[in-house]
Every structure is written in C-alpha cells, then in structure tokens.
C-alpha cells in the first residue's frame, strides 16, 4: 500500500510570512467551498472577511493580525458593511479554480474598504465590498457594549467618497429612504422569523454574532417565506449593513420588512431580544 505524502519544510514560518500566503488569490474548490446551487456565500463572506483582516494589518506594517487599543485592550476590524454584486455564484462547480484578486482603500481614518473581483475559468462571477471599522468593547464581556475607536494614525486625509459607506451612515442615522428601489423604514412587519443562534457554530473567535451568519440568517428566512423563489432563483445582489451585536444566548428576529416580487427584491431587518436592530439585509435574485 502507497501512501502519499507531501513533504513540506520543517521550519515554521511566521505569522507574517503566513499572512502572505493565506492572500495567495487561487483556491481550488472542493466540498467545503459549495452547496447545492454552487458557491456557499457564507464560506466565501468568511474567507473574504478573513482577508481583509490580514490585507488590514499588512497595510498597517503589522507582524500579525493583532489588533490592539492605544491602551492595550483587544480590538476588532468589525465589518461594518458588505456588498456583492453580478454574483453568478450557480456557476462553480468541484475542482474549479476561484480566483480572488482584492484591492484594499482606506475610507476614512478609521475606515477600510477591500474590493474583491471573483473569477472561475476566466469567466467574471461576482465582486463583493466589504467595510469595516475598528471597533471594541466599553464593557468588558459585553456584546451591547460594542464602539467604534481609532486604533493607529496611518490613513490619509482628503479620501474619496466611497459610496457603500456613505450609504451604511446614511441607513444607520435614519437618512436614506430608499435603497434596492425598497422603503428602509417601515413600522409593519411582514413577516418574522424568531432564531436562536448557536454559540460554538455562529460566533467567531472574538465572541461575537460573526458577520456571516447575517445572510445566512437571512437565507433561512427567505427560504421559509418564499420558497419558490429561493429554489428556482439564485442571490444576485445584496448588501448588508451593521449596526450591532448580541449576547451569546441572546434571541434573534429576522423581520421581512417589504418584497417587490415583480424585481424579486427584498429588504428585511434583524432585531435582538431588547429591540435593537443590529443589521438590514437587502436582496435581489435573478
């Protein structure tokens, strides 16, 4: 019996050298990469959420991805916003190669913005946006407690305007009135949907409700709701906007907040047990 191996060098390499590697832009897809309609948007959102992280502290001259305030304290590059676009996600399939090429801009001086165009066989599958801002927690061990903060000096002044961004602020401060087309506000709830996430499979590392796990949410709502829509249409759009978290234990409601079936748009809002709303999730399938 042959069994094979790979022999790789001895010496560990470190984190930095690691960093690098981790940003190498071609996977070759495989089970844990897929679903029944092709390329798991969860997977990808944590994959491309890891990557910003470390393409962040890179560009921040960093040795590793350890985030820390002036003082210290543990702090966190938390996706403040994501936008994917063209996604044509139905198209991969196993032992395809998806090619991520990223491009990190920082947004304000507190601010960073990575672009990433996703290609398999040449062909153009999607990009996705992802915001973040360094964030950490007033109350130590607690989830509501979470603020923003400034971490280190190093972004230029005078940036562009990014729109994804101007839209979260615009959203989170009750300013824009219609987004995808849809209402962002409105006092009747749809539909709703209550969930009771688990702590060892959608919290990340930090403790905290992982920024994934909203659209995951969201799809399991959607399939619920509508599921001739979810079962014959794919995600070809959609934006999702933090503005909070909860506690491990802590219920969720997922509230359809308006539907045009006509675009086969949606636009639904996630509510914590004491009535925040930590996220709103806009949708369009094709």
């Known amino acids: 019996m ?25 996977i070759l897809i495989g089970m844990p990469h897929l679903n029944p309609h092709g390329l798991s948007e969860t997977w990808l959102m944590k994959e491309l959420g890891h990557r910003h992280w470390l393409m962040l502290a890179l560009h921040l001259g960093m040795e590793n991805a350890d985030f820390r305030t002036p003082d210290g304290e543990e702090a966190y590059a938390a996706i403040s916003a994501t936008a994917l676009s063209e996604a044509r996600f139905d198209d991969v399939r196993a032992n395809d190669v998806l090619t991520i090429r990223s491009v990190l801009t920082p947004v304000s001086r507190t601010q960073v913005s990575t672009r990433h165009r996703l290609s398999v066989r040449g062909s153009h599958i999607g990009t996705v946006e992802l915001i ?23 972004f230029p ?8 961004a101007s839209a979260a602020a615009a959203i989170r401060n009750g300013h824009l009135d219609t987004y995808f087309g849809l209402p962002t506000a409105r006092e009747k709830v749809l539909r709703a949907l209550r969930y009771e996430p688990d702590l060892s499979q ?15 949410l969201a799809n399991r709502a959607f399939d ?12 070809r759009r959609r934006d999702v906007f933090f503005s909070g978290n909860i506690r491990p234990g802590e219920t969720l ?33 094709a």
């Open 224 to 235: 619920r709701w509508f599921p001739r829509i979810t079962s014959s249409h794919t995600v």
């Open 253 to 285: 409601m997922v509230e359809l907040m308006e539907i045009d079936l006509a675009t086969r748009s949606a636009c639904c809002c996630i509510r914590r047990s004491d009535g925040k709303p930590i996220g709103s999730i806009f949708t369009s399938w």
């Open 157 to 164: 002044k005078g940036l562009e305007e990014n729109q994804l």
């Open 202 to 216: 959608e919290f990340n590392g930090a403790g905290l409700f992982y920024f994934a796990e909203f659209q995951a």
């Open 2 to 26: 042959t069994v094979a191996a790979i022999d790789f060098p001895l010496q560990e390499p470190s984190a930095r050298e690691l960093m690098a590697r981790a940003l190498e832009p071609h």
């Open 132 to 154: 973040s801002a360094f964030v950490h927690r007033s109350v130590s061990g607690d989830n509501h407690s979470i603020a923003r903060i400034a971490i280190r000096d190093r």
